[in-house]
């Protein structure tokens, strides 16, 4: 089975093409849902992230996300250390969960695949884009955060054209029956390179 890493921006869509490659029958992982998981489940994860944030961490044994979020905003080495401490776990997870599907590839979907240089683990990459503007306009939309905060996330991560030019298949997501229509694209071609594989 082959594996194919999902990444975009902030608001690039990649729930979107996630979803609707899932309704072809591939298996689908979202790295941040796990994340999201495992530090609130995993005793390891705790422990370190209280080390490294402190008591307020974590507020009647859940973890406080609008306090490491701030904490983490504007400090790149926290959230580094942040991810050294999660990321692994999630790819031997990610590990586990692949052996126990029965399909030709299996999607891995993850915001910073490229800027953690976990690019290089996968078979294919597929990179979703869409302009800045819009994407901007919909993560305001869906999380109620300022433009100033979606500006300050984006600029964190790499430029669209240098996820594109390190891609195999490159979905731009501005318009829902194109999307489709390129996922189904992108399947035909991903079976065929699994059958080869």
Known sequence: ???????????????TVARAF????????IAD??????MN???????????????????????????????????KALLEQMNAIVHPKVGNHFKKWKKKQKAPYAIKEAAILFEN??????????????????RIARVMKRDHASKEKVEAIIAN??????????SDFVIVNTNLDSTKEAVLKTHKKLLKLSAKA
Do not use: H
Request: charged share 25%; glycine share 8%; hydrophobic share 35%.
């Open 33 to 38: 849902d796990e994340a999201k998981r495992l």
């Open 157 to 166: 991560q790499w430029k669209d054209e240098i996820k594109s030019s390190l």
């Open 22 to 29: 899932e309704a072809l029958g591939i298996p689908i992982y």
């Open 41 to 75: 489940t995993s005793k390891v994860i705790k422990r370190k992230l209280i080390a490294l944030f402190g008591e307020l961490a974590y507020v009647n044994n859940t973890l406080n996300r609008p306090y490491l979020a701030k904490t983490i905003f504007n400090d």
């Open 117 to 134: 240089g976990s690019y290089k683990n996968y078979d294919y990459i597929i990179t979703v884009i869409a302009p800045e503007k819009e």
């Open 1 to 15: 089975m082959i594996t194919v890493g999902l990444t975009g921006g902030i608001g690039s869509g990649k729930t």
